[in-house]
């Protein structure tokens, strides 16, 4: 479908309404300010409208109408990666949000989940858990599936397992022509390589068919100590990453907590230093493993064997939308000197969350049949998180951010994991040899640009 030339705003609007009815929500509309806000509450995005499509028909039906008015598309699950967006100028683009279009069937026997377009995590794994499965999702089990893993998704099951995006046997999306086609190895291979990467900038994906782990329960949890032994501590994981095995998933964050009575007691008003992941081996090779680090007397220990559906719990990420800003990079490596400077930013730019996740091994490796992303280089992963209490720290915040990124450019890869990049920037390096080839399909398949994606193709 050719983008038609913009027509009247109230044109446009009625285009519109014609389709979805009040599940359109325009400017003006009581509703809008509730529809427009994303995950991440410290972005403000204005879009044109917002569109509450339930069914795979009422998303062709809202594409096809937003490009005959001439409007772009964005199409977002959750919102927690709005700040990507957060730049580029909405007032005339239609957010189609996926939010009501939830839910997981498992096939236990080909090993397999089909998740519409708008599932969490939580869907997916309390969903396979009853089959003793489980999926590589991330730390959160509110962040959507679908703009995780077309980005990549890096998991605490990822150093054996490879990023999420490998997991994808097939999409099913709505294009710019306004067609909902399957895009997976044996039909429209080009598009299925493009989406693996290039995400919501070829489509509004509606489902996704996603291979499973035969995992019902793993060893997992979280050490936590005093921040005044993060130096002691960060070093102590750094030396332990260099001879931990691929079965082993983790990460070090320094938090710093305000006082508020909604926090657990052993975090409110404190700084800590937290280790946690998973650990894909028995009770005893996992215990093995983890003893140089109990050795250092963590105040709290959860590491144990769980069920699957509660490892979305022990990154202890805030179970509610959030006003956050975040920076990130890719590490080259950790040395002593490294972890020193780490826990010096840690501590003097003060952003709520500096973190390092352990990379490697199957993160690292291209799959078979990969699609435009499929590895990320760089043997750690560095982010830094602030929340954003009110409108007005937001540039505090973003300073504390960037100077803990900043405090590590000694270190840093070329590469970038995009689904940390949560801030206006090329996403170019995170798609590496892919970009032009990416580039140049998104000028074939949606050659007026109608999708506008967290991460922007070409
Ligand atoms: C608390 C928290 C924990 C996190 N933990 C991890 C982690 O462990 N590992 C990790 O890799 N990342 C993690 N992330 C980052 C997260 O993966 C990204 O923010 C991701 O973009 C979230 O996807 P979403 O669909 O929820 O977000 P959205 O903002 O809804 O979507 C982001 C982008 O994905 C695309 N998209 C989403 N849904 C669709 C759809 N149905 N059709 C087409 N395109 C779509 C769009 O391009 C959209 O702009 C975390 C983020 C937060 C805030």
């Known amino acids: 479908m050719t983008l038609f030339s913009p027509v009247d705003d109230d044109v446009a609007a009625e285009n519109l309404r014609s389709t979805l009815g009040e599940r359109i929500v325009l400017a003006g509309d009581g509703g809008y300010d509730t529809a427009r806000t994303p995950w991440n509450t410290a972005v403000d995005q204005r879009p044109f409208a917002v569109a509450l499509p339930e069914t795979d028909d009422d998303v062709v039906a809202v594409v096809r109408a937003a490009a005959a008015s001439g409007l772009r598309i964005a199409p977002q699950s959750t919102g927690h990666g709005a700040g990507a967006l957060a730049g580029t100028d909405l007032s005339r683009t239609v957010i189609v949000s996926l939010r009501a279009m939830r839910g997981a069937v498992v096939d236990p026997v080909a090993r397999t989940a089909r998740v519409r377009g708008g599932s969490v995590w939580h869907d ?41 995006v490998n997991s994808v046997r097939s999409v099913r999306l709505v294009t710019a022509a306004g067609e909902l086609v399957t895009a997976s190895a044996a039909e429209n291979p080009e598009l299925f390589w493009a989406l693996r990467g290039g995400s919501g900038a070829f489509g509004v994906v509606v489902s996704l068919e996603i291979d499973l782990l035969p995992y019902a329960d793993v060893f997992a949890g979280m050490m936590l100590w005093d921040g005044a032994r993060s130096a002691e501590v960060g070093r102590a994981w750094a030396e332990w990453t260099r001879r931990a095995p691929a079965s082993a998933t983790t990460s070090l964050r320094v938090m710093h907590f305000p006082p508020l009575p909604e926090l657990p007691p052993f975090v409110s008003g ?58 990130h990079a890719m590490l080259r490596s950790l040395d002593a000197a490294a972890v020193d400077a780490f826990v010096a930013a840690a501590f003097e730019a003060r952003p709520m969350i500096s973190e390092i996740r352990h990379m490697g091994e199957g993160f690292a490796r291209a799959s078979d049949g990969p699609g435009a992303v499929s590895s990320v280089d760089g043997e750690y992963l560095l982010t830094a998180i602030s929340m954003v209490p009110v409108p ?48 140049e399909l998104k000028r074939l398949l949606d050659p007026d640009d109608t999708f506008a994606a967290a991460h922007r193709v070409g």
Do not use: N, Q
Request: aromatic share 4%; no cysteine; charged share 20%.
């Open 392 to 439: 007005e720290a937001l540039p505090g915040m973003d300073a504390a951010v960037r100077a803990v990124v900043a405090a590590m450019a000694e270190w840093h890869g070329s590469g970038i994991a995009l689904t940390f990049v949560d801030r206006e920037r090329d996403s170019a390096p995170g798609f590496g040899a892919s970009a032009a080839r990416l580039a």
């Open 124 to 164: 997916v794994v309390d969903a396979t858990a009853l089959h003793g499965l489980t999926a590589l999702h991330g730390s959160a089990g509110d962040v959507g599936v679908v703009g995780y893993t077309l980005s990549g998704g890096v998991s605490l099951y990822g150093r054996r397992h490879g990023l999420a």
């Open 270 to 327: 404190r700084s800590v230093v937290v280790v946690d992941g998973a650990i894909l081996e028995t009770d005893a090779g996992a215990e093995t493993l983890l003893a140089p680090l109990r050795e250092l007397e963590p105040e709290i220990d959860t590491f144990a064997r769980m069920p699957t559906s509660r490892v979305v719990e022990v990154h202890m990420d805030p179970p509610e939308p959030s006003p956050a800003v975040s920076d």
